[in-house]
């Protein structure tokens, strides 16, 4: 499959978007910026998620947090560089307790596991879409430091644990402004992000459009990642455990 240059984020107006105001399926699949505005503090998401994050953060500031994001959108190329590099052996891996793995030990298989466990496949990026973002407590952090979102940070005690503890009651209330954490659990697929946040008014309408055949599109256009083969083999599984979310991560 020919590589072609991927798109790159421009921060400009939001531009076309499919029906209903939803991404298209370039967009989804993160090979498209042009749905996007710029977010407070950097990064950029759809205009609806954008709107709704910025009244979140106005609540979150008056109850004594500054909502920050660490990550918003990630466009195709970026996503496909964290992919190449973590199977090229370029970039670490590491287990659920954050123990370094030798890629060359792993049969391929276990490689590809290892990697999907916390890095998305190139195409399937929940952040390709426009909707969703990790987020900390700028707040909480010394000056200079940045978050390093690990399960440490967000764990009861742990430095964001604070921000998330009042974000479960915004959440359990109704009152979050749309967000819900899609991995908010561990189903055997993704590790638990308790920093990743979901509009979920767009988002629960764009997971079941990613499917096999969007995403060897989006390969095709994009450039291909790392393990083509033995990924296009079982592909129907894999997106089945690493990206599908059950509808009850976030309530209609």
């Not at 426009?130 to 764990?155: C, F, R, W």
């Not at 209330?173 to 749309?178: I, Q």
Request: with cysteine; aromatic share 8%; net charge neutral.
């Amino acid at each position: 499959m020919p590589a072609m240059a991927p798109a790159t984020h421009r921060s400009r107006p939001a531009g076309p978007t499919g029906a209903g105001g939803l991404p298209d399926d370039r967009q989804l699949a993160g090979l498209d910026d042009s749905h996007l505005v710029p977010v407070a503090g950097g990064g950029a998401l759809h205009p609806a998620a954008a709107a709704a994050f910025a009244a979140l953060c106005v609540e979150a500031r008056a109850a004594g947090f500054d909502l920050a994001v660490a990550s918003a959108w990630r466009g195709y190329a970026r996503q496909l560089a964290i992919w190449n590099g973590k199977l090229a052996g370029e970039r670490s891996l590491h287990d659920d307790r954050g123990r370094p793995l030798a890629l060359r030990e792993l049969a391929p298989r276990e490689q590809l596991a290892a990697v999907l466990r916390f890095s998305a496949l190139p195409g399937t990026s929940r952040h390709h879409w426009g909707t969703d973002l990790d987020i900390y407590d700028a707040s909480a952090l010394p000056a200079g430091q940045k978050p390093a979102l690990t399960p440490a940070e967000v764990a009861p005690g742990g430095v964001f644990d604070p921000l998330h503890s009042w974000l479960d009651e915004r959440m359990a209330a109704g009152g979050s402004h749309g967000f819900y954490r899609p991995y908010a659990v561990d189903r055997g697929g993704v590790a638990p992000e308790r920093w990743h946040l979901s509009y979920a008014p767009l988002a629960r309408h764009l997971a079941p459009r990613l499917t096999v055949s969007l995403l060897v599109r989006a390969w095709d256009e994009g450039g291909e990642p790392a393990g083509l083969p033995l990924l296009l083999n079982d592909l129907p599984a894999l997106l089945a455990r690493y990206v599908a979310v059950p509808g009850d991560w976030a309530p209609l």
